[in-house]
Nanobody
Framework: QLHLVESGGGLVQPGGSLRLSCTNS????????IGWFRRAPGKDREGIAC????????DYLDSLKGRIILSRDNAKNTVFLQMNNLTPEDSGIYYC?????????????????WGQGTQVTVSS
């Protein structure tokens, strides 16, 4: 079981950027695909991005392509989610999750380990 911790959330103005981090405090998670999910107020949780294990090939929700960049630094046991040109609709709790598979997914049931989430609020 991994122990994932998200960080980097906060309050940002529309049009601003944030970089979220997902770190595993235990053993290396380079053998895991890592996904990011968000739960906006009043909405279901949705998968927004995933990166394969190893060197990492990212996959993005179509509606967010061009605004988010997912990368991983296995030496630091960290996955980064860069989010740009944020809008109020991006507000919510962002979670990272790990899947013991090479392949990515944006389905929550495919992931076995979850972080506690980090709050992102986009507001002027």
């Amino acid at each position: 079981q991994l122990h994932l911790v998200e960080s980097g959330g906060g309050l940002v103005q529309p049009g601003g950027s944030l970089r979220l981090s997902c770190t595993n405090s235990g053993r290396s998670f380079d053998a895991y695909a890592i996904g990011w999910f968000r739960r906006a107020p009043g909405k279901d949780r949705e998968g927004i991005a995933c990166i394969t294990r190893g060197l990492g090939t990212p996959d993005y929700l179509d509606s967010l392509k061009g605004r988010i960049i997912l990368s991983r630094d296995n030496a630091k046991n960290t996955v980064f989610l860069q989010m740009n040109n944020l809008t109020p609709e991006d507000s919510g709790i962002y979670y990272c999750a790990a899947r013991s598979s090479f392949y990515c997914s944006r389905r929550a049931p495919d992931f076995g380990s979850w972080g506690q989430g980090t709050q992102v609020t986009v507001s002027s």
